[in-house]
């Protein structure tokens, strides 16, 4: 297995790696840049394959902050030239582990595997080894599962606009966009730029929500007059492609055959809740749909790095001023510390990078960092799912899609069968033991357990996690727990080809 040495590995190519790396080289030190992708930038700074040879892509897929991208693009390439940058896109970094146990300031090695996209000139595994690492893994979609979910047709909001993005493609030409989250409008915005037929967008929180977390929301809000500036963009943009916006009201079911041909909107109570008699129906051929985001977490909390229970509800790391997590020489920023968005997650690039490189931060970049950080949290509480969602969820429905749990198996696990857990519920019906290892299924299951007045964690995933968490209650008066993180031994899928070449453990 090649092997190589830097002195900064950071993990993960969108705004969050590309400014840390970038800044990092800039202060002096030697960058390897690893990213399962096969270009820089991420999820959200995604472009087209140079294969579909499009020559103006940001037309048909507006992206947001695009000069900030091609800035950071142009710093990399001159790193790279310089050989200051190694940039290693198709390689999924899988485990993280002390090079030397013995020693008190430790040195880590990254374990990596080829992605399935590789080209067949890059196949083997690398690993790195580095004094410090930073991660910034991103996230992925939150999702409530309802009644049709699993149809063809019913994409991601953040897939559809990763299809459109990146393939320059729409997954439907009447495309209903719904869930919870400022995401929701980019989405249709850039749907309907597109060409597709937006005939409503479902945002089951109120927006009213940002108003009424009192003088330290207000203080967010004030302070972030772009932010405002552009929800009315968004605003704007509906109103010219004739969209409707419903707020408060939810897709509680979809309809359809072969594929979705129309979905059931229904209006919510404040704790989310289909108020009966309130249900309609629109027709559509595609349903875009999610309910935020999820920091994606399997490398650190696998090293043991502290964690917190975000505005939204999610589990994110605790990190210092600096970026530093619990644990000595690794560092994080970007949605992994809690869902903020691509600017929140440049500033925090380049801050843990001035850490890193222990050179003073400019001011003005911790003041950016703490003003949006803060307008994050306004944005999480106001979007955070409400208990009452699982009235809309029948015993019928499938929750774990690759292992075909339903929502009774599980109740039943919780009232019947004696699961106090996540972890046990599990183990009593194999959700979240299929591929995607609870990512999909994570949220909904512990919202369940929390239901019943089980343990709330999301470790649905492996067999090491552990419940935690504090009492919030909920609308059946049951208590619920805050979620405990995801706890996977490996971040992905590794090919037992890989795991042979690891070198075998030094004899005592």
Known sequence: MPRSKTELAVVGAGPAGLAAAVTAADLGLTVTLLDAGARPGGQYYRHPAPALAATHPQAAAPHHDRRTFTTLLSRLRAHQAAGRIAYVPHHHVWSVTRADPT????????????????????????AVTAPAVLLATGSYERHLPFPGWTLPGVVGAGGAQAMLKGGLVLPGRRIVVAGSGPLLLAVAGSLAGAGARVPAV??????????????????ALLRNPAKLAEGARHGAALLRAHTRLLTRHAVVEAHGTDRVEAVTVARLDRDWRPVPGTSRRIPCDALAVGHGLVPELSLATALGCATRTAPDGT??????????????????????????????????????????????????????RTRLRAFADVMGAAHRPGAGWQHWLPDATDVCRCEEVPAGRIRESLAELGARDARTVKLLTRAGMGWCQGRMCGPAVAALCAAAGAGAGTDTGTDTGTDTGTDTGTDTGAEETAPAP????????VPLRDLAQLPLPAAD
């Open 103 to 126: 020693r008190t300031d430790p040195t880590w090695t990254l374990h990596t595997r080829t992605t399935e996209s590789a080209p067949t000139s890059v196949t083997a595994p690398l």
């Open 486 to 493: 995801d706890r996977r031994p490996l971040a992905c899928p």
């Open 315 to 368: 589990v994110a790391l605790a990190l210092d001023a600096d970026l530093r997590t619990s644990v000595p020489g690794v560092w994080s920023a970007g949605e992994t510390g809690g869902i903020g968005g691509a600017q929140l997650a440049v500033a925090e690039g380049a801050l843990a990078a001035h850490s890193i490189a222990q050179a003073p931060a400019p001011t003005r970049l911790r003041r950016t």
């Open 202 to 219: 479902v945002e089951a929180a109120a927006y009213t929500g940002y108003a009424t977390g009192g003088a330290a929301a207000t203080a």
